[in-house]
Structures are given as structure tokens and as C-alpha cells.
């Protein structure tokens, strides 16, 4: 993997240009001439704050909740209602949280109206959440009053649709390190995203916390040794990117080394070989403190069909960690993961 230099719109920051992005993306050239021709048709990074927002308060513990949201179906509104209503939590209000959303999409006059002649253009997936009110990622983070990185990752549909789709974090507390990581191409782009949040315990003692969040390419990746091939392949460069760190000469700490800041990765890894995956065997070794996962599926399908397709992995050391499927998909056609991480005092 390289640090990549920003070079195309799709490379740069609204609505603050200055705001740093690091890139991070595949060494082969193969893979970047790819990618590049797929990052034309979408518009910038979105990194946004809300105005006015405060210094985090005391946070015992941190609600990461991780999402296929499924381009509009998922009610992301209806999910953070009921987090702060705290019927996910035995009744206790949830005030801090973060959300690591796949297949969210941005709709608008950033994405550009001219991309050039024969530019990939996906299929439009074009659904809408139960109350029937469709919101892309920017608006919602505006009405909730959250932190956005946003990173699209292919278009969504023809040039006629001001719409691109990708991953994105939204969060109560402030995000620093961002950093974006184009994955090996397969199928389809994917870029996974990753960045810092911090804040104290009650007794005072500080932490940080890395997220990452991740969309791997799909069963349909049938080129360089088929879709397992794929995944391994974008898994071992999502950990070597995770691990080396967007820059080693100013973030030591993303670095593999005993000072390694602690990490949850979530995302949807499109895992249709089950627990035997050769993607998944990379990400337990690389994340040795993820707790035994159960076997509940996480996307439901048309005639009934299901799958584990949504994980979360945990690197460092906590007072507690617990994840769990949230009881319903909230519009979506995967089930939300609900990881909650307590902080050592």
C-alpha cells in the first residue's frame, strides 16, 4: 500500500478543503488505473462537524453500532432514536455513540454532472426506509448533529442521478486522523474509512479509540482467483493499512507496535463462504482480542435466504467488550451489530 497524493475531485475535502485527508491506496499499478477511472464518477469526501459542538463529556463506555444501510432503505433516524432512548441498553439512555454505516449514499451537486465517456456506472439501488422518507448521509448527520467522514465509492446509477454511494462515520464525539483506504480493486471500487476518537473516564484517565469501517467486494468478484481470493486480498490490505498508519512520521501510534491505539473494525465483509472465509482468517489473526462471535445472520434475503455477512473485530486492551445483533433491520436487509466497548480507568 502507498500514501496516495491527492490528485482527483474525488480526492478532496468539502466543505473544508483545508481539513486532512490521508489517501491510502494499492501499490499495484493495475489496481490504481482502475480505481481511478471509478473515482472520476463520484464526488469529494465529506468530513463535517456540527456547529457548535463541545468537548466530549465523561465516557465510561462507547456505543459502535455497524450497518448496511442499504442506500436508503435502513432508518439510520429510527436506530439513533432508540439508542438514545436506550432500548437497545436495558433502558440506560446511550449518549455517545458511533456509527459505521456501508452503502450510504450522497445525493446533490457534488457529484459531478460530466465524467468522461465509458466510466463504470453501477446499477441504482434506489430504497427507501419504512417511513418512506429517503435522507442521504449529509442531510442526516446535519438534523442529528453528528460528526461525518464520508467516502463514496462508485456512483450510484446513470450520469442522469446525482447520487454516489460508500462507506461513512458518523459520531457524537469529534473525528481526527482521517484517513481513506482504497482497496485493491476486484468487482467493484470499495474504500474503507478510519479515524480517532477520544475522550476521559470519570476518575479522569484519558482514552483514544481507532475506528475503521469497511464494505469487501462481493460473490460476484470472479476475476485474479475468484471472490475468497478477492477478499483475502482487500483484508490483508485493509490490516497492513491499519497498521502502518496513514503517515508513520507523524502517527506512530496507528503503527503495529505495543503502543498501538485500540481498534474496532466493523463493516459488512460480504462473507458467503461462512466462518471459513480466507478473508476472515486474516482479520482473527490481526485482531486477536475479538470476542467468539455467534451465528446469527445478518442479511436476509429474498425466499428466505440468510447469511453471516457483518462482523466486528476488536484489537486492545478494554474493561469490557460485547457485541451483539440488534433485533430488527430497521428497513434495511442487513440486521445493525451492536458492539459496546468500556474503557479501563
Known amino acids: ?40 464518477t463520484v464526488g469529494p469526501v465529506i468530513a463535517e462537524s456540527p456547529d457548535g459542538a463541545l468537548p466530549p463529556a465523561i465516557v465510561e463506555s462507547l456505543a459502535v453500532v455497524t450497518w448496511n444501510v442499504h442506500v436508503g432503505g435502513g432508518d439510520i433516524a429510527d436506530v439513533v432514536a432508540r439508542l438514545r432512548r436506550g432500548e437497545f441498553s436495558q433502558g440506560r439512555a ?17 457529484v459531478p454532472a460530466d465524467v468522461p465517456a465509458g466510466s463504470p456506472m453501477p446499477r441504482p439501488i434506489v430504497e427507501r426506509p419504512p417511513n418512506g422518507v429517503r435522507r442521504d448521509i449529509r442531510s442526516l448527520a446535519r438534523s442529528e ?82 471472490p475468497f481470493v478477492a477478499r483475502r486480498r482487500q483484508a490483508e490490505a485493509l490490516v497492513e493499512a491499519l497498521e502502518g498508519g496513514p503517515d508513520p512520521s507523524v502517527s506512530g501510534e496507528l503503527r503495529g507496535t505495543s503502543d498501538a491505539l485500540p481498534l474496532v473494525l466493523g463493516g459488512d465483509f ?22 467468539r462471535a455467534g451465528n446469527a445472520s445478518t442479511w436476509r434475503g429474498p425466499l428466505g435466504a440468510h447469511a453471516v455477512l457483518d462482523h466486528v473485530f476488536v484489537r486492545g486492551r478494554f474493561r469490557s467488550v460485547t457485541t451483539r445483533r440488534l433485533p430488527g433491520r430497521f428497513g434495511s436487509d442487513h440486521y445493525p451489530l451492536l458492539t459496546i466497548v468500556g474503557f479501563r480507568s
Open 145 to 226: 448533529r453528528l460528526h461525518v467522514l464520508y467516502a463514496p465509492a462508485m456512483r450510484n446509477g446513470a450520469i442522469a442521478v446525482s447520487e454516489d454511494r460508500g462507506t461513512a462515520i458518523l459520531s457524537t464525539l469529534p473525528l481526527a486522523d482521517l484517513q481513506v483506504i482504497e482497496l485493491p480493486f476486484e468487482r467493484q471500487r470499495r474504500v474503507a474509512l478510519a479515524a480517532t476518537v477520544a475522550g476521559e473516564t470519570s476518575p479522569g484517565a484519558p482514552w483514544q479509540l481507532r475506528l475503521a469501517n469497511v464494505q469487501l467486494d462481493t460473490s460476484l468478484a470472479l476475476t485474479r482467483g475468484g
Open 270 to 291: 460480504n462473507t458467503w463462504l461462512g466462518p471459513r472465509e480466507p478473508a476472515l482468517e486474516v482479520l482473527r489473526r490481526a485482531f486477536p482480542e475479538t470476542p
Open 94 to 110: 446511550v449518549t455517545h455513540f458511533v456509527l459505521l454505516l456501508q452503502e450510504a449514499y450522497r445525493e446533490g451537486s457534488n
Open 1 to 40: 500500500m502507498i500514501v496516495r497524493p491527492v490528485a482527483a475531485s474525488c480526492h478532496q475535502v468539502v466543505p473544508d478543503r483545508a481539513r486532512a485527508v490521508t489517501w491510502v491506496a494499492p501499490g499495484d499499478a493495475r489496481d490504481l488505473e482502475r480505481l481511478v477511472e471509478w473515482c472520476r
